[in-house]
C-alpha cells in the first residue's frame, strides 16, 4: 500500500466508517456549505484592501481597517516615535518563555534570568534612560497582554510552591493559612480581585504611597494566580510516592533540601501539563484588565473601532485579536504535548 | 461556562460591593484637596469612556473627541497649555468608585447628572456640557417627522433599561400604540433595523447617532426631534474641593460665552482690540480681572485660541456623525447652553 492510498484508507473509515460517522460527516459538510461560502463573500469578494473608510461597503470585510489600525490594536497609547520599546519587550518575552519552555534549559541561569527579563521589560515600557517616562496608563495592547501574562504566571510560581507545601505541612497553623488563602483566592472572581486593586489597595495603604495602576494589579492578580497554581502543584506533589521523601530523609537531607532536589523537579514534572493548561486560561483572563481601564489587546481592539474615522469595524478588530490569541494558545497547547510526549518517553527509559 | 448576562450581572454586584465598601472606607482616608494634587503631579487625570465623537483614540492613539476638548480646556485652564492631562478609559462600572477613591481628578465621561449622585454619593457636577437623551431612530419611508406621528410602529428597545419603560409611558401619553420588541445585545439593533425586523429602535441618542452611522444606508433613516427622557452629561468631580469646581464651571462656561459673543480660535485676536469692557475682562486684556481670581489673565484667550468655542468643539467632533445641536445650541437659538457672566 502507497502512502497515498493509506491516507485515503485512513480517511474513509474516519470519515464513513460507521453509520454515526457518516451521518456526522455529513451534517458537518452541511453546515459547512452553509457558513463558508457568505464567510467567503464576505472576507475575500465583498472585501475592500485599501483606501480609507469611506471605499468601505459594509457588505464586505474592511481590510483596510486593520492596515490603518493595527498599530493601535497592538500598541494602543504608546507614542509611536518610542514604539521599538514595545516590540522589544515582546521580543524578550518570547525569547524567556521559549527558554522556558525547552528542558534544556532548565535550570538556575533560567531562574536568574526570568527577574532580569522582568525588570528589563518594565524599564523599557516605562522610556528609563529617555527624557521622557511613559506612565503605565499609555501602555496598551499586546506587549501589556504578554507583559502582565507573564510576570503574574513568573512571580505567582515560587508563591504557589510554598503555599502547595504549607498546604501539606504537618504545621496546623501553616496548614490552616494556606487552606484559607487558596480556598479565598479561589471563591473571589477576578473582576472583584481587580477591583480591590484598582480601588481598595489605594486607600488601605498610608497616605503618599500610592503606587502605580498596573503595577496594583500585577500585585493582586499575581496573589490570586498563585492560589490557582498552588492547587496545581500540590496535585503534582501528592503524586510522589511517600517513599522519595522517606529515602531522601533517610539520606540525611533535611526539609529544604528534599523539596528542592528530590520533590519539587519531579513534582513539576508531573503538573506541567496541568500548569500549561492554567497558562492558556490566565491568559485569556487578562482581557478583564480592561474592567479597571488597563487597555489590554481586546479592549485596544474595541476602542480602534470607536473612531469616527473608522467606525464600527468591530469584526475585524476582532479577528485580529481572535488570531493572536490563537497563535499563542495553539502555540501552548502543542508544546504542552510535545513535552508530554518527550517526558514520557524519558521516564520509560 | 458563563453566559453574557451571568458574567454582567457577576461584574455589577461585585462593582456595587466595591462601592459600598470604598464610600464607607472614604470616610477615613485623608486626601488632600484636589488641586493640590493636581499642581502637585503636573497633570489632571481625566476618567473618560469610548463613544465614537465623545472619547475615542484616533489611529495615532491619540484621545480625540467632545469630552476630551473640554478636558484640553481644563489642562490650559490649570497649566496654561493643553497637554497636561492624562485621559483614562474607565467603563461605566466602575467609573464613579474610581472618582470616589482619587484614581481620576474628574470624569469627562458623560455621567448623568442625578439627585443620589448628588447627595448619597457626594459628587459635585460642573455645567452640563451636553443635553442627552432617549430617542428615537426611524425609517424614513415611515413618512414620520416627530414621534407624535408614530403610530402602530414595531419599536426595539434594550430589555431591562429604562429605555423600554420610558417609550412605553411616551405611548401612553400620545394615544398612538405601538409594538415594542426587546433587544438584549446592543450590538444587534443595527441588524433589527437593517433587516425590517423593527421599524425603529430606541436608546440614548448619544448611541442611535453612532448607530446610524453604521447602518448601509445611514441616509434612509432619522433621528426624531423628541427626548424621551433626560440626560443631562456634565463633569463629575469628588467634593471637598471648591475651587477645582469653580475652574471646572468657569472653564465650560468660558466656551459657552464665546461663542455667544462670536469669539472663535480664528478670530479671537481679532476680539483683543474689542471695545468691550467684559470682552476685554474675558480675553486678559485688562489682566486685573484674571489676576484677581488668581488665574493666569490669558486662560480664557488661551483655550479659546487652542480648542476652540462651544460650537467648534461640538462642530469638529459630532457634526460629522450627523449631531443636530438641539438642545445644546445657545439660549439665544432657542436651546439649553446659558453662561452666568464674566465680572
Redesign the interface.
Known amino acids: 500500500m502507497t502512502a497515498a492510498t493509506r491516507t485515503l484508507a485512513t480517511l474513509r473509515t474516519g470519515l464513513f466508517g460507521t453509520r454515526t460517522n457518516t451521518l456526522v460527516t455529513a451534517a458537518t459538510l452541511l453546515l459547512l456549505s452553509q457558513i463558508l461560502p457568505p464567510l467567503f463573500r464576505w472576507a475575500v469578494l465583498d472585501a475592500t484592501f485599501t483606501g480609507n473608510a469611506e471605499a468601505c461597503?459594509?457588505?464586505g470585510a474592511c481590510w483596510s481597517f486593520v492596515a490603518?489600525?493595527l498599530?493601535?490594536i497592538l500598541?494602543?497609547?504608546?507614542?509611536?516615535d518610542l514604539q521599538w520599546r514595545p516590540v522589544l519587550v515582546i521580543l524578550l518575552l518570547a525569547a524567556i518563555l521559549t527558554a522556558s519552555a525547552v528542558p534544556r534549559f532548565w535550570g538556575r541561569p533560567l531562574l536568574f534570568a526570568w527577574p532580569l527579563t522582568i525588570l528589563a521589560c518594565w524599564l523599557l515600557m516605562q522610556g528609563a534612560f529617555t527624557s521622557t517616562p511613559i506612565?503605565s496608563?499609555?501602555w496598551?495592547g499586546l506587549p501589556v497582554t504578554l507583559f502582565v501574562w507573564a510576570v503574574c504566571f513568573a512571580a505567582a510560581t515560587p508563591i504557589a510552591v510554598l503555599l502547595a507545601l504549607a498546604r501539606r505541612s504537618t504545621l496546623g497553623g501553616l496548614r490552616t493559612f494556606s487552606v484559607l488563602y487558596i480556598e479565598l483566592m479561589r471563591g473571589t472572581?477576578m473582576?472583584?480581585i481587580l477591583?480591590?486593586a484598582?480601588?481598595?489597595l489605594?486607600?488601605?495603604l498610608p497616605?503618599g504611597l500610592s503606587f502605580d495602576?498596573m503595577l496594583r494589579a500585577i500585585v493582586m492578580v499575581t496573589l490570586f494566580w498563585a492560589a490557582y497554581i498552588a492547587e496545581v502543584i500540590r496535585a503534582g506533589l501528592q503524586a510522589l510516592p511517600a517513599g522519595q521523601t522517606e529515602a531522601a530523609t533517610a539520606l540525611g537531607l533535611g526539609f529544604w533540601r528534599t523539596q528542592q532536589l528530590i520533590v519539587l523537579p519531579q513534582a513539576f514534572r508531573i503538573v506541567i501539563p496541568g500548569l500549561v493548561n492554567l497558562a492558556i486560561g490566565f491568559l485569556l483572563a487578562t482581557s478583564l484588565l480592561?474592567?479597571?481601564?488597563i487597555?489590554d489587546l481586546l479592549?485596544a481592539a474595541?476602542?480602534?473601532a470607536?473612531?469616527?474615522?473608522?467606525?464600527?469595524f468591530?469584526n475585524e478588530a476582532y479577528i485580529v485579536v481572535a488570531v493572536v490569541y490563537f497563535a499563542i494558545c495553539f502555540g501552548a497547547s502543542r508544546y504542552s504535548r510535545w513535552l508530554e510526549r518527550r517526558l514520557a518517553a524519558g521516564r520509560r527509559l | 461556562m458563563m453566559t453574557h448576562k451571568t458574567v454582567r450581572r457577576?461584574?455589577q454586584s461585585?462593582?456595587a460591593?466595591?462601592f459600598l465598601?470604598?464610600t464607607m472606607?472614604?470616610g477615613f482616608?485623608?486626601?488632600g484637596p484636589t488641586l493640590d494634587k493636581i499642581n502637585q503631579r503636573g497633570a489632571i487625570k481625566v476618567?473618560v469612556g469610548?463613544?465614537?465623537?465623545f472619547f475615542?483614540?484616533?489611529?495615532?492613539?491619540k484621545w480625540?473627541g467632545f469630552f476630551i476638548d473640554f478636558g484640553r480646556a481644563l489642562s490650559i485652564a490649570v497649566f496654561g497649555t493643553p497637554d497636561k492631562v492624562?485621559?483614562?478609559?474607565?467603563?461605566p462600572?466602575?467609573r464613579l468608585?474610581?472618582l470616589q477613591?482619587?484614581?481620576f481628578d474628574i470624569l469627562l465621561s458623560g455621567v448623568t447628572v442625578t439627585t443620589t449622585r448628588a447627595f448619597k454619593l457626594g459628587f459635585h457636577f460642573g455645567p452640563t456640557v451636553f443635553y442627552d437623551g432617549q430617542g428615537i431612530l426611524v425609517r424614513k419611508d415611515l413618512g414620520v417627522t416627530k414621534a407624535a406621528d408614530l403610530d402602530g410602529a414595531t419599536i426595539g428597545a434594550q430589555s431591562g433599561t429604562t429605555g423600554e419603560l420610558n417609550v412605553a409611558d411616551f405611548f401612553r401619553k400620545t394615544g398612538k400604540t405601538f409594538t415594542p420588541v426587546t433587544i438584549e445585545d446592543t450590538?444587534q439593533f443595527i441588524d433589527a433595523l437593517e433587516s425590517g425586523r423593527v421599524d425603529a429602535i430606541t436608546q440614548d441618542s448619544s448611541d442611535l447617532v453612532?448607530k446610524r452611522?453604521?447602518?448601509?444606508k445611514p441616509d434612509d433613516y432619522i433621528l426624531l426631534p423628541e427626548r424621551l427622557s433626560k440626560e443631562p452629561l456634565a463633569p463629575a468631580i469628588a467634593g471637598g474641593d471648591d475651587r477645582w469646581l469653580e475652574l471646572v464651571n468657569w472653564t465650560v462656561n468660558a466656551t459657552i460665552q464665546a461663542e455667544e459673543w462670536g469669539i472663535t480660535s480664528a478670530n479671537v485676536d481679532q476680539f483683543l482690540e474689542s471695545e468691550d469692557p467684559a470682552i476685554q475682562r474675558f480675553l486678559g486684556v485688562d489682566p486685573s480681572f484674571g489676576t484677581e481670581l488668581g488665574l493666569d489673565p490669558k486662560w480664557a484667550y488661551t483655550i479659546i485660541k487652542t480648542v476652540g468655542n462651544y460650537g467648534e468643539i461640538f462642530d469638529r467632533?459630532l457634526k460629522?456623525?450627523g449631531w443636530e445641536r438641539g438642545y445644546n445650541s445657545l439660549w439665544t437659538d432657542g436651546g439649553l447652553l446659558y453662561s452666568p457672566p464674566f465680572r
Open positions: 461597503t459594509r457588505a490603518a489600525k498599530r493601535f500598541f494602543a497609547f504608546y507614542p509611536p506612565p496608563n499609555q496598551g472572581p473582576v472583584g477591583y480591590v484598582m480601588l481598595i489605594p486607600m488601605a497616605d495602576k480592561a474592567v479597571i481601564g487597555f479592549n474595541r476602542a480602534s470607536a473612531d469616527p474615522q473608522w467606525l464600527g468591530y | 457577576a461584574i461585585v462593582a460591593a466595591t465598601a470604598t472606607l472614604s482616608a485623608h486626601a476618567g469610548t463613544t465614537p465623537g475615542a483614540p484616533d489611529s495615532n492613539g480625540q492624562e485621559f483614562t478609559s474607565s467603563s462600572q466602575q468608585p474610581a477613591s482619587g484614581e450590538g453612532g452611522t453604521q447602518l448601509k467632533n460629522p456623525l
